[in-house]
C-alpha cells in the first residue's frame, strides 16, 4: 500500500495579471492508490475560484493550496487531452489531497461539493478539441 503524500510545499511565483502564480519548484503529490501526479516548474494555476467576497472564509493561500494545484494540474491533463480521468475521480483526488493537507472534514467537504456542484463549468470548458 502507498502512503499518501506531497514531496514539499509548493513554492509560488505571481505573475503579472494578479490572478495566476507560476510553480516555481517542481511538486509531486503520490495518492493513496499510489497514482503520483506530478506538477512541473512553470505551470501556471489560478490556485481557486472562489470570489474576493468569500477569501475571509476560504483564502486562496489556505491550508488546502497544495491540493488546489493538484486539482488544477488535473483539469489541466484534462484540457490538454492528456490523461482520460473522470471529473468524479479528479475531484476525488481533490478531497483526498485537502484531507492530506490537514483540512478539517469540514473545510474539506464544503470545498468538495462546491466543486462537485460547480466544476462542471470548468470541466466543460477544459474538455480537449477533437
Known amino acids: ?32 492508490a499510489g497514482a503520483v501526479i506530478h506538477v512541473p516548474v512553470g505551470f501556471i494555476t489560478d490556485l481557486w475560484s472562489v470570489p474576493r467576497l468569500l477569501w475571509w472564509v476560504f483564502p486562496p493561500f489556505g491550508k488546502y493550496l497544495p491540493a488546489a494545484l493538484i486539482h488544477d494540474k488535473l483539469y489541466a491533463d484534462h484540457r490538454a487531452g492528456l490523461h482520460h480521468c473522470s471529473r468524479a475521480y479528479c475531484d476525488a483526488v481533490l478531497l483526498e489531497a485537502m484531507r492530506d493537507c490537514g483540512c478539517s472534514a469540514w473545510c474539506a467537504n464544503t470545498i468538495w461539493i462546491v466543486v462537485r456542484l460547480g466544476g462542471w463549468v470548468a470541466w466543460r470548458i477544459s474538455k480537449p478539441v477533437s
Not at 21 to 28: D, I
Open 1 to 32: 500500500m502507498f502512503s499518501r503524500q506531497f514531496d514539499a510545499d509548493p513554492v509560488l511565483v505571481p505573475q503579472p495579471d494578479g490572478r495566476t502564480w507560476k510553480l516555481h519548484e517542481e511538486f509531486t503529490y503520490t495518492t493513496d
